[in-house]
Nanobody, 115 residues
Framework: QVQLVESGGGLVQPGGSLRLSCAAS????????MGWYRQAPGKQRELVAAITSGGSTNYADSVKGRFTISRDNAKNTVYLQMNSLKPEDTAVYYC?????????WGQGTQVTVSS
């Protein structure tokens, strides 16, 4: 079992920045990759960014150049640095951990981009 605890969401003006954190605990040795997904009202959950245990990263086209995913292995924590935020980035952001054959999710954190 893997437990994920997210933090760092909130309200920010367009053009602003936020950093999300996701702390993993439990069977962390089994984790292959971690990532961030988001779900806006009325839309499907979508991948925002992911990072493997080897450090390879993947980003949605809509966030490339604005968001950066990183990990601190000593703290078992993954971060999502979000810059140049836009209103369309408004969503609930979920942390995900892939530990095949299992997949784990955090509780979600709200990010609202509005003036």
């Amino acid at each position: 079992q893997v437990q994920l605890v997210e933090s760092g969401g909130g309200l920010v003006q367009p053009g602003g920045s936020l950093r999300l954190s996701c702390a993993a605990s439990g069977s962390i040795f089994s984790i292959y990759a971690m990532g961030w997904y988001r779900q806006a009202p009325g839309k499907q959950r979508e991948l925002v960014a992911a990072i493997t245990s080897g450090g390879s990263t993947n980003y949605a086209d809509s966030v490339k150049g604005r968001f950066t995913i990183s990990r601190d292995n000593a703290k078992n924590t993954v971060y999502l640095q979000m810059n140049s935020l836009k209103p369309e980035d408004t969503a609930v952001y979920y942390c995900n951990a892939e530990a095949p054959p299992d997949s784990y999710w955090g509780q979600g954190t709200q990010v609202t981009v509005s003036s």
